[in-house]
């Protein structure tokens, strides 16, 4: 017996969000010579469902209408403005209902956030969109959200990252179903990363943020983003405001709500994914010109701030000059 694939779809979705495990899995009944997976789009109303890119979806199901088949895995879509609009009740009691019932269930990217709308992920660990995740982990407190994750396991449950992160957790299924060899041919035709590496903060740019606090703290952080290299010792930067040492930390952490050691690692870690990028200065030369003592204390923030050394991220997101 095929296998139902359930995803939600509400007004606005993000089609790769869809369109993406959808391919995944239909790829893989293409490689087993089998129908492993029979696919639903479950909608909230009859009619289209227009995409966040205007492009229309049918649904095979609207949520209140009887439902002939079992399904095995539910997952959730999400869109652009998914975070910030109000979730859908009706949708919200079927997936409370519903979700329980199947063998395995989730969501793609800020679907997260109707899922956890429900409960159902309260006292677990998902992921969700980079952009989005302090937000989701804010909302919903009883949720433990991993930021760097691409895809996240939890008992039955499962959550991808950002949009092509569907693509992953699609791909994870149908390794959890039938097997490494059949996911590593749909990963070859697709073209795509069996395991992707690395996650998902070496695509954040959410440390570019513009300065907060008060206009003396976004002089700081200002002078900090344009001298990534001077001395930012917290005794230097309360210098510079004409504070104490400890008053100018406490302020700090207060206004922006982390220490100034980690907003300034963070700066100039953000400092060095863009000349990174650029492909033009050694390691060396970019751990000098962002403040490091030498390339392995760059290496290290890097890894911890990002999840990949700072050689895999210039492999991956480098626009050398010709």
Request: proline content about 5%; hydrophobic content about 45%; aromatic content about 6%.
């Amino acid at each position: 017996m095929a296998r139902t694939i359930a995803i939600v779809a509400m007004p606005d979705v993000q089609l790769l969000d869809v369109s993406g495990p959808v391919d995944v899995f239909a790829e893989a009944n293409v490689q087993a010579g089998r129908g492993v997976y029979r696919l639903l789009i479950v909608a909230s109303a009859p009619g289209y469902i227009r995409s966040s890119s205007s492009t229309r979806l049918v649904p095979d199901y609207v949520i209140g209408d009887p439902l002939a088949e079992k399904i095995d895995t539910l997952l959730v879509a999400g869109g652009p403005h998914a975070a910030v609009v109000t979730p859908d009740a009706t949708v919200v009691d079927w997936l409370r209902s519903t979700a329980p019932a199947t063998r395995r269930y989730g969501s793609v990217c800020a679907g997260a956030f109707l899922l956890a709308e429900t409960g159902l992920l309260d006292g677990r660990r998902v992921t969700t969109h980079w952009a989005v995740a302090a937000e989701l982990s804010r909302r919903y407190p009883a949720v433990t959200v991993e930021e760097d994750a691409i895809h996240v396991r939890d008992g039955r449950l499962r959550t991808a990252a950002g949009v092509t992160a569907g693509l992953d957790l699609a791909l994870a299924l149908v390794e959890e179903d039938v097997g490494r060899d059949i996911a590593m041919k749909v990963a070859g035709q697709l073209v795509m990363f069996f395991k992707r590496p690395g996650g998902q903060m070496q695509f954040s740019r959410k440390e570019e943020a513009a300065p907060v606090g008060r206009s003396a703290l976004q002089e700081v952080q200002r002078w900090v983003a344009a001298n990534p290299a001077a001395d930012h010792s917290v005794a230097a930067l309360a210098y510079r405001m004409g504070l104490s040492p400890r008053h100018f930390a406490r302020l700090f952490r207060s206004e922006l709500g982390v220490t100034p050691a980690v907003w300034v690692e963070t700066t100039r870690i953000a400092v060095a994914r863009r000349l990174l990028e650029e492909g033009r200065e050694t390691p060396k030369q970019v751990a000098a010109h962002c403040g490091f003592t030498d390339a392995d204390t760059l290496r290290r923030a890097f890894v911890r701030q990002v999840g990949v050394t700072p050689a895999d991220y210039r492999r991956r997101h480098a626009h050398l000059a010709v």
